[in-house]
């Protein structure tokens, strides 16, 4: 942990961030691409690995270019994107399965959940703290997502939630931010902070509503030359402390 908060900040409301911040993505479980070539082949348009590979890294990339220039992108989008990519026909019926296959999302067994978080969000709740999420939703939506906080008991401790897809922005633009900030009550920012681990999105948007902006790096170490998060912890179970709570 280093750095401390400012000692004339009374945190009543924090946000965290969703990927490498509560989960990351297991590995185990038939991948995305592997699902999505089961179903073009089903539908009579089979794929060599060679294709499927360089599709994927291409889709992603695209989503990238999407994500940095906050344009919200939808599930029926990406698969419209994959399809073309993937060189096969955009027939309804198979964009349907393709699409259902990132509702599906992952097998949230298979997840990582950062480690102490369920003990750390007991204790903000228990000093009084309103908690929200910030998430920058990717190719599967905010209702997968929510599955899998239920699955893993988290989402009952989360009093707001504002994910790209339902907000119709990305971090850093504020408007994300002030939206987190209405659903936890009106948060006053001075008395807010965010939890993230990327410099671009989380510490940068954080830092510009006014909040504290905190990095964690329990789960992913973002090396980009960009300004620093006020606070930098490596495990959850510092923070209600570091807060002051």
Not at 74 to 84: G, I
Not at 134 to 150: E, F
Not at 184 to 195: E, R, S
């Amino acid at each position: 942990m280093s750095d401390s908060t400012d000692p004339g900040r009374n945190i009543t409301a924090v946000t965290f961030d969703f990927w490498n911040t509560l989960v990351a993505e297991g590995g185990a479980g038939p991948h995305r691409s592997q699902r999505w070539a089961e179903a073009c082949t089903a539908a009579g348009h089979p794929l060599d690995i060679e294709q499927l590979e360089r599709a994927m890294t291409d889709l992603w990339q695209w989503f990238v270019g999407q994500w940095e220039g906050n344009v919200v992108v939808s599930p029926r989008q990406a698969v419209l994107q994959a399809a073309d990519l993937l060189g096969v026909p955009p027939e309804a019926a198979l964009l349907d399965e393709l699409e259902s296959v990132l509702h599906e999302g992952t097998d949230p067994a298979q997840m990582t959940t950062a480690a102490g978080i369920g003990e750390t969000l007991d204790a903000l709740r228990g000093s009084g703290v309103r908690l929200g999420i910030i998430c920058d939703v990717g190719l599967s939506p905010s209702t997968t997502l929510r599955s899998y906080l239920s699955h893993h008991g988290l989402l009952e401790h989360f009093d707001g939630w504002s994910f790209s897809d339902e907000v119709g922005c990305y971090k850093p633009d504020a408007r994300i931010f002030a939206h987190a900030a209405d659903t936890l009550g009106g948060a006053n920012p001075a008395c807010t902070a965010h939890v993230g681990d990327l410099r671009r999105t989380d510490v940068a948007g954080a830092r510009h509503a006014g909040w504290l902006a905190v990095r964690y790096r329990g789960l992913f170490d973002d090396q980009a030359e960009l300004p620093d998060a006020d606070l930098v912890i490596d495990d959850h179970r510092d923070l209600a402390t570091a807060l002051g709570r």
